[in-house]
């Protein structure tokens, strides 16, 4: 029930536009954390292999991928959630898979780390 759209440029880059909703993905070596992530949340460093930010029920959502992202940088960015505020909610660390999930108002913030596909954060509102 909508006009639909699809863009696809180089190296795979894609906006799709389904009346009100939206996704846009960035992938391969220039890609980059989108633009419309949330200030109150820190960007994770480094260049990632995707990302997205996206707009469902007119409700945002972000998630950013590392491939060769390991332990460093998981670590650092637990760390960088937990210094600008976010309200540590559960940590696993269970087959290879380790995770960690922050509340930044009626935001969620999951970060992943796992040992074959890397660093992956994501971040959703209370409805997503």
């Known amino acids: 029930g909508g006009d639909t759209s699809v863009a696809v440029g180089d190296g795979g880059d894609?906006?799709?536009?389904?009346?009100?909703?939206?996704?846009?993905?960035d992938q391969g070596s220039d890609a980059k954390v989108p633009d419309s992530w949330p200030d109150d949340i820190p960007k994770p460093e480094g260049s990632p292999t995707l990302a997205s930010d996206a707009?469902?029920?007119g409700l945002p959502s972000w998630t950013v991928s590392f491939a060769d992202a390991g332990q460093a940088e998981f670590d650092a960015y637990v760390a960088a959630l937990k210094a600008a505020g976010g309200e540590s909610l559960q940590s696993f660390d269970q087959d290879g898979v380790q995770g960690a999930m922050f509340r930044f108002g009626d935001r969620f913030v999951t970060v992943q780390l796992s040992d074959t596909a890397g660093l992956a954060v994501v971040?959703?509102?209370d409805t997503t």
């Not at 894609?14 to 993905?25: L, N, P, Y």
């Open 14 to 25: 894609m906006t799709a536009q389904v009346g009100e909703d939206s996704v846009a993905v």
């Open 55 to 57: 707009k469902v029920d």
């Open 123 to 125: 971040i959703g509102n």
